[in-house]
């Protein structure tokens, strides 16, 4: 499975913005997917995933409530709608590909390059 990220950019605090990973390959409605972000100077850090059948989604704590993972195995696309946007949020964000939804990035064999996410104050 082949992964890109896009839809990133500039975006005052209390903003919003939608990123896509698009993936290539048959399997692709087979994975979950995964959302990851890592700031400057910081470890990666889980955001959230989805689960295969779409049925599941799991969010970290920082985005439960801001941000929503949706799948369309149409198009081999998984989102992450944000919302209310806040500096904090500043990191460059990736997608990717495993069996499982969990946090742990060990566990997706798949990653996208990555699109950078700005928030302003």
């Known amino acids: 499975v082949q992964l890109q990220a896009f839809g990133g950019g500039l975006v005052q605090a209390g903003g919003c913005l939608r990123l896509?990973?698009?993936?290539?390959?048959?399997?692709?409605?087979?994975?979950?997917m995964g959302w990851f972000r890592q700031a400057p100077g910081k470890e990666r850090e889980f955001v959230g995933a989805i689960k295969w059948s779409g049925t599941y989604t799991y969010y970290a704590d920082s985005v439960k409530g801001r941000f929503t993972i949706s799948r369309d195995d149409a198009k081999n696309t998984v989102y992450l709608q944000m919302n209310s946007l806040r500096p904090e949020d500043t990191a460059v964000y990736y997608c990717?590909?495993?069996?499982?939804?969990?946090?742990?990035?060990?566990?997706?064999?798949?990653w996208g390059q990555g699109t950078q996410v700005t928030v302003s104050s």
């Open positions: 896509s990973c698009a993936a290539s390959g048959r399997t692709f409605s087979s994975y979950a």
């Open positions: 990717a590909a495993g069996k499982r939804v969990v946090a742990r990035p060990t566990e997706y064999h798949y």
